[in-house]
């Protein structure tokens, strides 16, 4: 899947994706200061996961907790409300 996401805390933004081999995983591309300081882009090669990131820089937690929580909203879909004209009321798909 090539489909890219942002994701921003305190004026970092992390580009990410769901993993090529496994979309059950969070490949990490790019992490940009997008607040005007003077921190330089990281740029991060291909395949390297939410671990590895973490591992590398520690200091950016909040971004990469706020990464995995996107990340599992978009991988879960929302239940959907559907309503039938037979009395049967609301029910959760």
């Known amino acids: 899947m090539d489909e890219e996401h942002h994701t921003e805390v305190d004026g970092v933004e992390a580009t990410w994706r769901p993993a090529h081999l496994d979309d059950r995983k969070i490949e990490i591309m ?21 671990v590895a990131a973490r591992e590398r820089f520690p200091a950016l937690g909040p971004l990469w907790d706020k990464v995995r929580a996107e990340f599992w909203v978009w991988l879960s879909p929302a239940p959907h409300v559907s309503v039938s004209n037979r009395g049967e009321g609301r029910r959760w798909d």
């Open 30 to 50: 790019k992490v940009h200061n997008i607040s005007g300081g003077t921190e330089q882009d990281v740029m991060f090669a291909p395949g390297t996961d939410l």
